[in-house]
């Protein structure tokens, strides 16, 4: 085996004792392919990020749900959320009794709050209108109610999450209409939270966000009744692999982290809980999806490498422009010597199939098997059925170097299965 560039997956050894050419061979392409130990690694970052009796890590369930990538997360010590019935049942399935599933929603109907109760979740919920619904379905319970910090940040305006563009949240000026309906129903206020956008690298509009939240948790008639107070995920990884940009500095987000939570709870008597709701930083990294070189063609000087990579499989660089590296792999021959810019494209039909763009890559061949990196985290989970294609089957490495099938790719059987026969 030849490969072409890999020193970023060679030095983590990613691929334990399998290479990523045989395994492209053993489950097709496209594949998603997860490791392990850097799965567990990256929860352990987290975990120790601050000492205070109270913290939590509360694994933000929409990156990644694959049922055996969250007992792993389980079994490092992370509770879990659920935004929606189907992640409520993985998360169940991944072996995460009730009192460790938060229930964090927007805008759903009776029915879905319904299910969540019938399961003893606390359930959080963001305007006026359904924490008097969920009041009233759950009269003399308790609740956590999703406010909005009036700041955001991310990536791309489509996942900035806080702040006055946004659907999301309560208005902190609102606190008194949501305790007139909570007293009027007898409905204890259990926590608070907000989520204020994902993907920033560098904690600043974070922990102020947090103390907005904190702030208005001295604001409640009974703090000492609120359980959790929950801060949100959001935070970075850095997706240009070869061009070694710099980290999210876990280390400094620590200090400022520990000493904001230490004091502000010895200052208030706070003796409850505060989440961290990391999705993304969780489980980007552990994970990569392999496809295959088809084609290789140029088109009014621009140089078009086909694959099965389309916005299909990783709908990320479709939907926001994300960026992800590259590998590739190839069995025999060697290397051109010269980068050449071309831009890698999937086998959907439309312009926009575009999977990474005007990249200065040594020349991809037919036959070459590619890696887009850091796709473990809104890979598998945004990808559909587009063009009626299959969804990919799942892989994970686990920590003896060893791979293991985790999802099988799908069947027609299977995507066909809801169409009514006349
Ligand atoms: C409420 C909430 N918490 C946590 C997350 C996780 O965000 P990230 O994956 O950026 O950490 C999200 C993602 O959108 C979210 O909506």
Redesign the pocket.
Known sequence: MNNIRSSYTDSLNFYGKEDPQSLAEQFGTPLYVYNENILRERCREFLKLSTHDGFRINY?A??NTNPHLLKIIQEEGCRI?AMSPGELLLDLKAGFTSDKILY?CNNVSDDELKFALSHNLLISVDSLSQIERLCMLNPNGKIMVRFNPGIGAGHSAK?V?GGKETKFGVDPEKLPQVLEILEKYKVRLAGINH?IG??FMDGADYINAAKVLMDLATRLPHLDELEIIDF????GIPYEKYDEKPRFDLEAFSKLLDATLEEWSKKHNYKGLFYL?????IAAECGLVLGSVFVHKDNSDKYYVGTDLGFNVLARPMLYDSFHDVEIYRKNGSPDDVCIEQTIVGNICESGDIIAKNRSLPLLKEGDTIAMLDAG?YGFVMSSNYTSRLRPAEVLIKADGTAKLIRRKETFEDIFATIIDD
């Open positions: 933000s929409k990156a959320d964090v996942v999450t989520h994902s993907l949100g995920g959001g935070f709701e990391p999705g993304r930083y985290a």
